[in-house]
Every structure is written in structure tokens, then in C-alpha cells.
T-cell receptor, first 112, second 115 residues
């Protein structure tokens, strides 16, 4: 599985847009990019997933450049409840037994 | 409601006393797995199962056992718990789609303390 690198922490204020970038230089052709959110003492929750270009859902957008060596999770107009750890994962379901490798993630803190 | 259910949520036990943490999913998922989460170490996979009667070791399997006799259940067994197994445990499940990425559903977590 490709290794990922994310900032350890980020601070923001309510109403701002937050962009968290993840570096994955060794991404393989079949790999997808998936982001999870985790609140303290809760299990991670799937946010968004993409392969290339841009993906948007009701929660976030995911921007993936053509070389796919990085990706950016964009959270529009964050609120206090978006304070959480965000994980970037790169991998595929094919074979391997569904091994999800979580790094240390990015701790996002949103303030008033 | 689609969910992964773990029990118990909290457990304090003594060294050497066998225990089982149950995990059940209602989404008919093929894949199930167990993770432990420790401060500074993130989530680490203990065991995973690709389907009924098919299990394999993850990154930190020592001291744990699992079984997958039914598709919906994937219990985690600690035959002789030790204090270094004090941790927050998560069960996860997902469906298999060839060529797609991974969207896993996690349980609420089980906080285990071994004294």
C-alpha cells in the first residue's frame, strides 16, 4: 500500500474553508484515495473517495491532480463539529484482504 | 439501519482471564476486520476476514484470536489478556468490489483495560 503524508494538525475558524493535502508519491495505478473522519473515542467514518480529477458529495470535495501523487480534501464552511482527525488512505480492495493502513492523520481544530 | 455493533463498549478485566469482544454487521459484507488504536500509534490491524471461515493476520495479531463461522459475526478473542493489550478496539466491515477503493464501516469501539 502506498504511504501517505499529511500535516499533523491544522487550525481554522467557523465558516472558513479548510483544505487538507495528502501526499502519496508511490500511488499505484489501481489505487483509490479515501478519506475518513474520526471523532474522539469513535470509529472512523468514511467521508469521500476518488480516483482522479474531482469528486464532490454533500460533505466534502476531493481534488486529485493528473499525476495523482497528492490529493486535497476540501471542507466548505467548517463548524465546531468538524473538529476531528482526518485520515487519508490509498489502496484498493482487490485481493489483500481489505487492509486499511491508517497513518496518524491530521487533527483539525475549529474555533469560533 | 446499516451498522456494525460491538459489545461490550467498556471492559475492565484482570490479566489472564479469557474474554471475547463480539462484532456483528447487518450489511451482508464479505470483509470484516479488527483494529486497535493506541495514542501515537494510530489504528493498527489485528486480524481480518475475507469471508466465512477465511481469516488472516494483520499487523499486530499476537495475543489475539478470531473466528468467522457466520458472515455477520467476527468475534475477537483474548485467551490470556495482558496489560499491553489495554487499548481501544474497533471492528470494521466492508463489501468487496473488484477494482474499487475501500469504504469501511466501523463499530463504536470497545475500550479494554487489563489490570
Amino acid at each position: 500500500l502506498a504511504k501517505t503524508t499529511q500535516p499533523i494538525s491544522m487550525d481554522s475558524y467557523e465558516g472558513q474553508e479548510v483544505n487538507i493535502t495528502c501526499s502519496h508519491n508511490n500511488i499505484a495505478t489501481n489505487d483509490y484515495i479515501t478519506w475518513y473522519q474520526q471523532f474522539p473515542s469513535q470509529g472512523p467514518r468514511f467521508i469521500i473517495q476518488g480516483y482522479k480529477t474531482k469528486v464532490t458529495n454533500e460533505v466534502a470535495s476531493l481534488f486529485i491532480p493528473a499525476d495523482r501523487k497528492s490529493s486535497t480534501l476540501s471542507l466548505p464552511r467548517v463548524s465546531l463539529s468538524d473538529t476531528a482527525v482526518y485520515y487519508c488512505l490509498v489502496g484498493t480492495h482487490t485481493g489483500g484482504g481489505n487492509k486499511l493502513t491508517f497513518g496518524t492523520g491530521t487533527q483539525l481544530k475549529v474555533e469560533l | 439501519e446499516a451498522q456494525v455493533t460491538q459489545n461490550p463498549r467498556y471492559l475492565i478485566t484482570v490479566t489472564g482471564k479469557k474474554l471475547t469482544v463480539t462484532c456483528s454487521q447487518n450489511m451482508n459484507h464479505e470483509y470484516m476486520s479488527w483494529y486497535r488504536q493506541d495514542p501515537g500509534l494510530g489504528l493498527r490491524q489485528i486480524y481480518y476476514s475475507m469471508n466465512v471461515e477465511v481469516t488472516d493476520k494483520g499487523d499486530v495479531p499476537e495475543g489475539y484470536k478470531v473466528s468467522r463461522k457466520e458472515k455477520r459475526n467476527f468475534p475477537l478473542i483474548l485467551e490470556s489478556p495482558s496489560p499491553n493489550q489495554t487499548s481501544l478496539y474497533f471492528c470494521a466491515s466492508s463489501s468487496y468490489y473488484r477494482g474499487l477503493g475501500t469504504e469501511a464501516f466501523f463499530g463504536q469501539g470497545t475500550r479494554l483495560t487489563v489490570v
